[in-house]
Each structure stands twice: as structure tokens, then as C-alpha cells.
Nanobody
Framework: QVQLVESGGGLAQPGGSLRLSCAAS????????MSWARQAPGKGLEWVSG????????YYADSVKGRFTISRDNAKNTLYLQMNILKPEDTALYYC??????????????WGQGTQVTVSS
């Protein structure tokens, strides 16, 4: 069965960095676009970033552009999110999501359980 397991969350200071990972299994990882989304306390789900199945195109929400970098290693079935210059407003539960096609479509059929990121001094 499809499994998405996020890791790498934690507490970071403003201006700091964290790297999230999402280990995928149960499907052909290299055939599907993947995304990261987040949900802050008391707010709705926000799409953060997405990447084509072959890594040829990457997309970012305006709120993270220039600070976050999405990448993937298809040989390791792993999705990453490098988060730099973190801000308190980045505090959220971060999810990875499996797309339904090779290219970014913001349509997903599986989600991980999430990893908590807290940015505070």
C-alpha cells in the first residue's frame, strides 16, 4: 500500500533552517509529481511547493519563494524540502502529498501523517 512518511521537523529559531524528508513506498515514485503542504494552528491547508516526477520543474507559494527549495531523489524514493530563513509564520504541520500524474496538478490521492515545524526564539 502507498505510504508517505515525513521526518525532519522540529524547533528552529527565526532565521534558521530545517530539512524535511518524505520517504515514499508502495508506488512508482518516479512516475508522479509530489508536493508539500502545511497547516498552521487554526488555519486551513496551504500548498507550499510541488515538483514534477522527473524534477524538471518546481513550483512555490509566494510565501516561501526564495527561502524554500523542493527536491527529490527518485533512486531513494524520497522527497525533500529545504527550508531556510525560517519565520515564525512558517510554524505548521507539514505534509507531503502524492500527485495523480507526472506533472504538477494540485490533485493528490495520498497524504502523509505530517511533521511538525515550530519556529520560535
Amino acid at each position: 500500500q502507498v505510504q508517505l512518511v515525513e521526518s525532519g521537523g522540529g524547533l528552529a529559531q527565526p532565521g534558521g533552517s530545517l530539512r524535511l524528508s518524505c520517504a515514499a513506498s508502495g508506488f512508482t515514485f518516479s512516475s508522479y509529481a509530489m508536493s508539500w503542504a502545511r497547516q498552521a494552528p487554526g488555519k486551513g491547508l496551504e500548498w507550499v511547493s510541488g515538483i514534477h516526477s522527473d524534477g524538471s520543474a518546481r513550483y512555490y507559494a509566494d510565501s516561501v519563494k526564495g527561502r524554500f527549495t523542493i527536491s527529490r531523489d527518485n533512486a531513494k524514493n524520497t522527497l525533500y524540502l529545504q527550508m531556510n530563513i525560517l519565520k515564525p509564520e512558517d510554524t505548521a504541520l507539514y505534509y507531503c502529498a502524492k500527485g495523480t500524474i507526472q506533472t504538477m496538478s494540485k490533485q493528490y490521492d495520498y497524504w502523509g501523517q505530517g511533521t511538525q515545524v515550530t519556529v520560535s526564539s
